[in-house]
Structures are given as C-alpha cells and as structure tokens.
C-alpha cells in the first residue's frame, strides 16, 4: 500500500512540476495591427522572475538586443507587453490598467515571416518561428492576434500549434480601439496560484522521495 501511494505521489509530483520548472514563455503575438504590432510573454512557472539580464530579439537571433530589464520581475502567472507603440497608448487602446507591464516604442519590430526570440543571458528561453508564406498552415496575426491552440503549444516552436484570436473566444479576447483582435496582458492559459503553489509542493515531494530512495 505505501509502496503505492508513493507511485502516486510521484506521478502526480512529476505532472505538477512540468508546470513549476517553466519560466518566461511566449503567448501570445500580433505582426502587425492598427493600435501597433505587439508580443506577449508570461511568466508560466511557479516562482517571480527577475528580468535583469533578459533581453528580446527577433530573427537576428541577437541576444541583448532589446533589454527587458527595466519591466523589473515578473510574478509567477502574470503577463507583460513588447509593443512598438508607446505604452500609455498602447494600454489605452486595450482598455489594460497601469498593473499590467508594457515595454513600449520597440523598434526591434516584427515582419509578415519572422521569429520571436526571448533570452536570459545568452541561453535562449523560448523562440517561435512564423511564416505564413513558407509554412504552410502558418497563422496570418495581421489585426488578430496569435494565441496557442493548448499549454502544449508554449516552447514548442510549432507555429501550426497556435490559432488566431476571435471576439469573446475562451482567451476573453476583445477588439482594441482600433479594431484588432487580442487579448494582451490577461493569458488565461496559466494555472491559478493555488496550483502553482501545489506544483511547487509537487517538486519538494520529488526531491524528498529521491533522497529517501538513495
């Protein structure tokens, strides 16, 4: 019986723990749109992160190109904005509060066939490649945005993977003054904090059975 329950325990810890060992992940995009081009990131792991030292590129591959530094540390589910448009505008034309981080007036920008790069350092965190010409099935995020199809989507650098955000769609997405589809700032995809927490419970159980295993 103990022996079972500790399969269990394990099995469980493990499942929770894909969910606790993710960082800063990509969720969501727009190349272009009438209230400006955008990129959404989320903090999809269990712990706050401190962006000093991350930075954003596009398909130069350059880590350091754009620094995130100056957005501070992102909490454990919470989500922040890299847009080409000023930030008070772009927060205004979403409707987003002051709470929600906007790194605004990007001139790293985004074109119709292109890749979002997110580092910290030089070690590559999450990229995803996008072409809507060149692949074929590829999304087309002109005025709606890039959202993924499941949580099995974020890291895995398949485009054919994500769908296109429509109005009042499970995402909560709206139209933006200007008329483009998103729902950037409020990724709904992420575990609620009460589950971040069990799934860094989940690591500690795993550790704690691997020290008594050994």
Known sequence: MKRS????????????????DAAIQITEWMYAGANGEFIEFTNTGATPVDLTGWSYTDSARTPGQVSLAALGTVAAGESFIVTEAAAPTFRTAWNLPLSVKVFGDNVVNLGRADEVNIYNGTTLVDRLTYDDQGIAGSIRTQNKSGIPSSLAALGANNVLQWQLAANGDSFGSVASVGGD??????????PEPATLALAGLGAVAIAALRRRAS
């Open 5 to 20: 329950l500790t399969i269990c325990t394990l099995a469980i810890a493990a499942l929770l723990t894909g969910r606790a």
């Open 181 to 190: 589809l998103g729902n950037p700032g409020r990724f709904t995809l992420v």
